[in-house]
């Protein structure tokens, strides 16, 4: 469509080719249906950094506006929200960006796109009772946090949206209604009191870790699902996974019943005991949504494989040749702790990383200017580990981005917590300070959170992991967000070379060499 093509060689140039999962995608997804064929299903991995927004969002934009005069919208729900397309992904920064980037390539052609990650609060309870029990009550859930958008009574009917993209549990409560869950979550609350904190807190986005209010109220829906003609799932292999998956297919359920052919949902009982086996359960009937279906992932872990195989047999797998290797462009280097103080020795690796920069620099300008130096990222597995990290760095002169999934900058609707990180598009920023990592901030320490999805820019050339990854899925997520779309990259990996946990290090540093390939 020649709107699209347009915008799209706004984002990427004239001189664009598509990689091999984008030149999949369009061989098979922008074939127009032919009366009475079933809705497509497909499945699209690829290594990180190649490009599959652009791979599953083309063919859903052109569908949507060619199908655009052609929808008959439903007004028997009176709900204010009633989109086209859903796109689910893991975390709010994720969905920000997929939003953002959604925006870009259809501003030609006008389709509407929405981006509603987080809860929206509203400003009184519907609960009766004195000034002083509604205090009480706010109190007992904590400050409200800002919204990516809050619908009021006079905005009702007044959003019209082709695709919205948000977390699975952010979307279940807005047809659901706020609230729909508290109860249930209260009472997985209670059994986790005692146990150990997780390290891997991007579960947090599934809403299974926030802490519920005691008594609330259930709040109107905000979104119908009768006119949902395209559902995509990014980072399947995270959606479907077990902390995800019972809300990501409840939501699926939901959709289908909405629009007259409800599918059966598999409790996660009976799902689960069979995810990491090769055989099919008993029980497993064929799931058909009434909906064009797509996943994403850049790994197939067995346990997504499993699943789609028992479950979704007729959906067409497409895969890169490189799917479970690390990007061309980006190099390996192991690195051994030097003593007790693990942190010393990250912060002399960063001012490595700005030595070799200031090198390139002296090698190469053509006058005076400052030194671009690289940004860093740095993974860690625990919240404590990466506000202690971040403590010592910035009283060692080096300003961070500490980021968990509990930050308060999270929570202010947009994504202005990794300005500076995320790639975004026109002219680099430029001013007083900005190649100062004393003044503006140069690294960024996080843990899993910030591993899926997420386009980092550039300037992030090097990646630091600094705790044992707990599986290669794992690493090539974290490594994966530098060396993106052709860019040069490097992943460093810390380890012990000699002494007790040498030999665990080791076994790291063959199965890394094995991705590389």
């Known amino acids: 469509m020649p709107g699209l093509l347009q915008s799209l060689q706004e984002a990427l140039g004239n001189e664009a080719r598509p990689t091999a999962i984008q030149a999949s995608s369009m061989k098979h997804l922008f074939k127009e249906p032919v009366e009475g064929d079933k809705y497509k299903e497909f499945l699209l991995a690829s290594e990180t950094g190649s490009g599959k927004s652009i791979a599953y969002l083309l063919p859903v934009l052109q569908d949507l506006k060619r199908t655009e005069s052609n929808t008959v919208t439903s007004h028997s729900s009176r709900k204010p ?13 994720l969905t920000r960006q997929l939003a953002s980037f959604a925006k870009n390539l259809s501003h030609v052609i006008k389709l509407r796109v929405m981006c509603a990650s987080k809860a929206n609060t509203p400003s009184t309870a519907k609960s009766s009772g004195t000034a002083s029990k509604m205090k009480g009550k706010f109190e007992e859930v904590g400050a409200p946090s800002d919204a990516e958008f809050v619908i009021s009574k006079s905005s009702r009917g007044s959003r019209p949206v082709d695709l919205l993209v948000g977390t699975p549990m952010k979307l279940l409560e807005m ?3 706020r609230g729909w869950n508290w109860e249930e979550r209260a ?16 579960k947090e986005e599934g809403g299974g870790n926030k802490e519920p209010p ?27 996974d077990p902390d995800f998956q019972e809300s990501t297919r409840m939501l699926l359920a939901d959709i289908a019943a909405a629009r007259g052919q409800p599918v059966p949902v598999v409790p996660s009982s009976a799902i689960s005991p069979t995810l990491d086996s090769d055989a099919t359960p008993t029980s497993a009937q064929e799931i058909s949504y009434p909906f064009n279906f797509i996943l994403t992932s850049a790994t197939i872990p067995t346990s997504l494989s499993t699943y789609l195989s028992n479950y979704h047999p007729s959906l067409t797998r497409l895969a890169s040749p490189r799917l479970h290797h690390l990007p061309q462009t980006l190099r390996t280097e192991h690195t051994s702790w030097t003593g007790g103080n693990k942190a010393a020795d990250i912060e002399r690796r960063i001012r490595r990383v700005w030595a070799e920069d200031a090198l390139v620099h002296a090698k190469s300008a053509t006058g005076p200017g400052p030194v671009k130096l690289s940004k860093v990222l740095v993974f860690c597995n625990k919240r404590s580990k990466v506000e202690q990290l971040a403590a010592f760095l910035d009283g060692r002169g080096i300003k961070c981005v500490a980021l968990t999934g509990g930050a308060e900058a999270r929570k202010r609707g947009s994504n202005h917590h990794l300005d500076g990180f995320l790639k975004k598009d026109g002219p680099a920023p430029s001013g007083p300070g900005l190649s ?40 090539l997520h974290r490594a994966g967000r530098a060396g993106r779309a052709g860019e040069a990259g490097k992943v460093v990996v810390f380890g012990r070379s000699k002494g007790r946990g040498s030999g665990r290090a080791e076994e790291v540093k063959q199965r890394v060499r094995a991705l590389v390939g």
């Open 175 to 177: 047809e659901r209604g």
């Open 81 to 93: 929200l009633n989109p086209r397309a859903l796109v689910l992904a893991p975390t709010h920064e």
């Open 214 to 240: 005691r008594e609330f109220w259930v709040d109107e829906p905000e979104m119908g699902l009768e006119n949902v003609q395209w559902v995509v799932v990014d980072e399947a292999d995270v959606l479907f």
């Open 187 to 202: 009472r997985e609350r209670a059994m986790r009191i005692g146990k150990a904190e997780e390290h891997e807190d991007i």
């Open 436 to 475: 100062d990592p004393a003044q503006t901030p140069h690294v960024l320490v996080t843990t899993s959170l910030l591993s899926r999805g997420l386009d980092f820019s550039p300037m992030i050339k090097h990646v630091f992991i600094v705790d044992e990854p707990r599986n290669m899925i794992d690493f």
